[in-house]
């Protein structure tokens, strides 16, 4: 009997093992695609082998030498810009979440919901008046202009309360009688406490302005000034017949979200949790 | 008065925190969402408006509110915004299944794992000397594939729960510009891979179709309408049945039906096989009349009026999921006959340059990278909250897995669906701007991927009529505030029951 069992649950381990990797597998099939075609010569793009009869990997290398296409300068352009947004993301969220959840002052409570109320605004509305004031500003095509209307977020502002509103008071109290400042609180007692939030902002920060798209493709017009998802398109849309070429780019714009997944896959998932349970 | 000196400090410190990110605010939403919102009463137009010609704004009322309705573009885009709606019950029962999967228990100590992972090795070269042996066409093809899915394996023989969730989450978190490229390759009609693994396969059915007549295509396809109807029919005298027990309340079987009758108008709008609209005229008009009718002779049963509101829209959700599948079924049956007689046999679809398969193109790619998403972690969060007990109770009762799951599992995660579906909902509304601009050149082929996203960013920003494309937005910002109204008033009371 109990022979009989372990054999059974064997078995039920192993048909579990294949459905699994039949699913992930499939999932998995168009990056697979997307990596062998990086490596063939254009005339082998329409083949149907998959394979390449000689791996050519000097295709990367000739990404970054295309006329036109300043891949490179476009690399990094979406990470300054996407850096810059996460860091002032996460510093103008936290002080606010700080005031939010830890300084008692009238009124808080009502403009904190009142502030919770825009997170369901869509961006879309706000767009054209935005672009009509960057216009009025003089700020289409540059980076500043790029930068602000994404520096200031009411999400990351919630997660941050969330967070702070459960690390104990009892250390406030502890830091006010020794003698500190609000600001002294701010840096020295609650955010070294909440870490955990303050990297998991970070990673969806910087993630979302990774890829995003819709206000770039507005904002810039120069070819230098493009950050990734812009310049892709632009790529597609100029020498996107060049598959082979294309798919290296490709290949290697997802090469930062890959680094920052396996490195904070955990965080990751626990901010998904934190944020979308109570969201 | 009231308030001390020691307040007014409180108060000045609090604001000096939340001074830089309100700033902000103001300056890029507050702001231009007050603009914008005069902006939709207004006529601004880029073309009478600008450094050349500067005539004064006029206020226009309600025009473009009004004209936005009588437009068929906005209707037609409105539409395809819902249409692509419909991959959001498939993606969630993916995210579902596969948090399911993940969280079966793989718990192999020891001595097992070794042996497992031997076993796999075996299966797979196995595997690949069989597909080696026998040939499936290109040798070199079936043993790359084929060791793609044995790697996958062996990784997962070792790596266990984690290794898999990495490579179903994969999709989701790479999702943007760069694998919107990659899937328009992948669906090239002449150089894509999809079409290269399709094409042997039909041109292998095109002997068959052909010989098929139209009448038997037709009378199949009636088979599989009839069977939609009885399965639609089930799910409104199951509802029925729900709200005569006073478990759901009459507003939640009018959401119900509103569900279920909206997916017909697309499919009627989209698929233009006669037998499919007689079918769907006859359950809408028999699903609106039995729920009137148990309305006018029922007012005795006593129910609250909103309540099961989640468990109704979930039900609906699967019904329409089910429905979907048999009206393609349906659909491709009817056409097989025609298609398969012309001159070269049954095409492979041309996807995303085809006015018909553009919008399934898009919800197989929504599909794709729905499976593994943020959904599947709300999913395996709400799975470890379950308790054990209950599980532990049904199985003295001696429930078979199907009834564990539908009786205990499914109840307890009704508020994770819930909340995933508002926020699909809120998604879907405002989706389809990146695909439209990245994959079918423009929202294409004919508008029939413009969604309303697309539309004002085309309006805004290429034709330049700022007030209406502002209208429009509104517009579509009415609907959103709807679906969270909706979510705030009973999504909570889900929870609380």
Not at chain 1, 59 to 67: G, I, L
Not at chain 1, 76 to 86: E, Q
Not at chain 2, 11 to 18: D, N, S
Not at chain 2, 92 to 121: H, Q
């Amino acid at each position: 009997m109990a022979e009989k069992t372990l054999v059974n649950r064997g078995i039920r381990l192993l048909i579990l093992q294949i459905v699994l990797a039949l699913v992930a597998g499939t999932l998995v099939l168009p990056f697979t695609w997307m990596l062998l075609a990086s490596l063939k010569t254009l005339e082998e793009i329409g083949l149907d082998s998959w394979l390449p009869r000689v791996f050519q990997w000097h295709n990367y290398q000739d990404v970054f030498n295309m006329k036109g296409i300043l891949f490179g300068r476009w690399y990094w352009n979406s990470i300054f810009v996407a850096a810059w947004v996460t860091f002032l993301q996460v510093f103008t969220s936290s002080l606010a979440a700080f005031s939010f959840s830890r300084l008692e002052w009238k009124g808080r409570d009502q403009i904190f919901f009142l502030y919770l109320a825009t997170m369901m605004l869509p961006g879309l509305v706000m767009m054209i008046p935005n672009y009509q004031n960057m216009i009025m500003f003089g700020l289409v095509d540059t980076y500043p202009g790029l930068i602000l209307p994404s520096a200031f977020s009411a999400f990351g502002t919630f997660l941050m309360r969330q967070f702070m509103m459960s690390i104990p008071k009892s250390l406030d109290e502890a830091a006010e009688i020794d003698g500190a400042s609000k600001w002294q609180l701010y840096w020295d007692v609650v955010m070294p406490l909440a870490r955990p939030a303050v990297v998991t902002l970070t990673i969806f920060s910087f993630m979302g302005n990774y890829n995003s798209m819709f206000w770039p493709l507005v904002m810039m017009k120069s070819l230098d000034k493009y950050t990734l998802p812009i310049g892709m398109l632009a790529f597609d849309s100029s020498q996107g017949q060049q598959t082979n070429l294309l798919m290296a780019a490709v290949a290697m714009s997802v090469i930062p979200m890959i680094i920052i997944f396996v490195f904070m896959q955990k965080q990751l998932v626990k901010g998904i949790m934190l944020g979308g349970v109570k969201g | 008065m009231g308030m001390k000196g020691k307040d007014w400090r409180n108060l000045c410190i609090g604001v000096a925190f939340i001074t830089p990110n309100i700033l902000g605010f103001l300056a890029f939403s507050a702001i231009p969402l007050v603009i914008s919102f005069f902006m939709a009463f207004t006529d601004w137009n880029l073309a009478l408006h600008n450094i050349f010609r500067n005539e004064p704004l006029k206020f226009v009322g309600f025009d473009n509110f009004v004209r936005l309705f009588g437009e068929r573009d906005f209707l037609q885009y409105l539409g395809n915004t819902l249409f692509l709606m419909i991959g959001i019950p498939f993606g969630v029962a993916g995210s579902l299944g596969a948090a399911l999967l993940l969280n079966c228990d793989f718990k192999a100590g020891g001595s097992r794992r070794v042996w497992l992972i031997v076993l796999l090795t075996v299966i797979m070269v196995v595997a690949v000397s069989i597909l080696t042996l026998f040939g499936m066409g290109a040798s070199a093809m079936s043993i790359l594939i084929a060791s793609v899915f044995g790697l996958v394996l062996v990784a997962g023989g070792i790596g266990g729960q984690s290794v898999y969730r990495t490579l179903f989450y994969f999709p989701c978190f790479t999702a943007g510009v760069a694998t919107f490229i990659l899937w328009k390759k992948l669906y090239s009609p002449e150089n894509g891979p999809i079409n290269h693994a399709i094409q042997p396969v039909l041109d292998v059915i095109t002997p068959w179709a052909s010989s098929l007549t139209p009448g038997h295509a037709a009378l199949a396809a009636q088979v599989v309408l009839a069977l939609t109807l009885v399965v639609t029919l089930w799910g409104f005298y199951r509802k029925l049945r729900d709200w005569r027990d006073g478990e759901v309340g009459t507003l939640s079987l009018f959401i119900g039906l509103v569900l279920l009758t909206l997916p017909l108008l697309l499919v009627w709008s989209w698929s233009p096989w006669r037998w499919s609209h007689w079918v769907f005229t006859a359950v809408a008009v028999l699903g609106w009349l039995t729920t009137f009718g148990v309305l006018i002779k029922g007012r005795s049963y006593e129910a609250v009026l909103d309540r099961g509101m989640a468990d109704a829209v979930i039900l609906d959700g699967l019904l329409m999921v089910i429905g979907f599948a048999f009206i393609g079924g349906a659909n491709v049956l009817a056409d097989l006959p025609a298609m398969a007689g012309t001159e070269t046999g049954l095409m492979a679809p041309k996807w995303l340059a085809d006015y018909y398969w553009a919008k399934p193109a898009l919800l197989i790619m929504g599909f794709w990278a729905a499976i593994g998403s943020n959904n599947m972690l709300l999913y395996l969060a709400g799975l470890s909250g379950i308790p054990q007990e209950l599980y532990e109770a049904a199985d003295i009762d001696g429930a078979t897995p199907f009834q564990r799951f539908w009786n205990i599992t499914w109840p307890q995660l009704a508020n994770v669906t819930f909340f995933i579906l508002v926020m699909s909902i809120i998604g879907g509304l405002q989706g389809g701007f990146e695909m439209a601009r990245t994959m079918t050149d423009n929202g294409g082929p004919a508008g029939a991927t413009t969604t309303l996203s697309y539309y004002i960013y085309s309006e805004g920003f290429d034709t330049g009529r700022l007030g209406y494309a502002s209208a429009v937005s509104w517009t579509l910002f009415a609907m959103v505030f709807v679906v969270t109204m909706f979510n705030w008033k009973f999504g909570n009371r889900y929870t609380q029951e």
